[in-house]
């Protein structure tokens, strides 16, 4: 299953770098993305799915993975408060099968 962590409260400005632990999954076979949803919206992929190791999305956001650590990584810097949102790891594998973490809150103050 999929356990996120790193979520929190951060002013506007700072940074935050939540991790998915992805316990017994191959990362090597999965393309990893971050999502996230905000009270009273629908939930949004930030960044969208990618196969890449590292990729920058926005010019704010990162996403990343450590296959040996079996852990995703999405890095923010320069957060707003419009960032605010409970934050879900989720992979998918060449079957389009996906699983989803459990959520992570990050709450930005202005």
């Known amino acids: 299953h999929l356990v996120e962590s790193g979520g929190g409260l951060v002013q506007t400005g700072g940074s935050l770098r939540l991790s998915c632990l992805a316990s017994g999954f191959h990362l090597d076979y999965y393309a990893i993305g971050w999502f996230r949803q905000a009270p009273g919206k629908e939930r949004e992929g930030v960044p969208c799915?990618?196969?890449s190791d590292a990729e920058s999305v926005k010019g704010r956001f990162t996403i990343s993975r450590d296959n040996a650590k079996t852990t995703v990584y999405l890095q923010m810097n320069s957060l707003k408060p419009e960032d605010a949102a409970v934050y879900y790891c989720?992979?998918?594998?060449?079957?389009?099968?996906?699983?989803w973490g459990q959520g992570t809150l990050v709450t930005v103050s202005s």
């Open positions: 989720y992979i998918r594998d060449r079957r389009n099968l996906g699983y």
């Open positions: 799915i990618s196969s």
